[in-house]
């Protein structure tokens, strides 16, 4: 299958689609989704910021789906996926900074291959997943864990703004069930691991999560991070790389404590 990059980008106050061929950016008119067609213009990709490549309305997500990160908290592989939810809000892209909230004190990466749906998924089977994978890009997973281990649920930990890192690409054409994903933090690599170690497989997720819910063109798939996390702080530049997909970087910044 021959390989298609899709960014989506904004320039000149107007955002679009468009494919990307080394570094120039091939503008399309219209939803990547739904049909969109080359218009004919031309631009340099180092003239355009990067958004995050689609705007999912469901962000789904996978946790412990490798064994490297579970063996050394002695938690045995779950039956099935299990999943849980990020908003829509939190998506950001390549480029942007991802700002803790003040009063957050153990935020760690997580990289991770994600997947985006091409079409509506409803009761799909495993044998028929792939034909609804529109492609792949790179996630970061962002998740305090203080708040992961003691709240009710995962709003704050998972979800809160701009812990759901998308980029810098959608990328048809790639065998996802083999590709490196790796996490540097300062240039430093701190995760490493092929997508082919995942428990389940992303034609299981995609299966067993539209048994339960309804996924939509456009919408993306977290599918699990490999081996042991570590915080970030203020100040790092931390990288994602999915193979053949690029490089996903993100500063840290600190929000500012609200004054009553």
């Known amino acids: 299958m021959k390989i298609i990059r899709y ?3 904004s320039a ?5 689609y468009g494919t990307l061929d080394g ?3 091939r503008e399309l008119n219209g939803d990547i989704f739904h049909g969109a067609e080359p218009t004919g213009k031309t631009v340099n990709l180092s003239a355009v910021k990067l958004l995050a490549p689609c705007e999912p309305v ?3 997500a996978v946790g412990r789906n490798y064994k490297s990160h579970i ?6 592989p779950a039956p099935f996926p299990g999943l849980f939810l990020k908003t829509r809000s939190c998506i950001i892209g390549t480029g942007e900074n991802i700002i803790f909230p003040a009063d957050a004190n153990n935020v760690h990466y997580e990289a991770e291959l994600v997947v985006v749906i091409g079409k509506k998924a409803k009761n799909v089977t495993k044998a028929d997943a792939s034909k609804y994978i529109f492609g792949i890009t790179a996630g970061n997973d962002v998740s305090e864990r203080d708040w992961q281990k003691n709240d009710l649920q995962w709003l704050r930990a998972k979800a809160s703004d701009t812990f759901g890192v998308l980029g810098p690409a959608i990328v ?3 065998n996802h069930n083999d590709l490196l994903v790796e996490c ?3 240039g430093e690599v701190r995760q490493s691991q092929r997508t082919r170690d995942l428990i389940f497989d992303i034609d299981t997720i995609i299966s067993y999560v539209t048994q339960y819910a309804t996924l939509q063109p456009g919408d993306v798939i977290y599918t699990g991070t490999p081996g042991n996390t570590k915080p970030m702080q203020p100040g790092d530049i931390v990288e994602v790389e999915v193979e053949g997909v690029g490089i996903l ?4 910044e600190r929000a500012v404590a609200a004054v009553d």
């Open 23 to 25: 570094e120039t950016i």
């Open 71 to 76: 063996a050394d908290r002695n938690i045995a």
């Open 58 to 60: 469901n962000v789904v």
């Open 172 to 174: 048809q054409g790639l």
């Open 7 to 9: 960014v989506r980008y």
């Open 184 to 186: 540097r933090l300062n």
């Open 249 to 252: 970087r993100n500063g840290i």
């Open 12 to 16: 000149a106050g107007e955002v679009s």
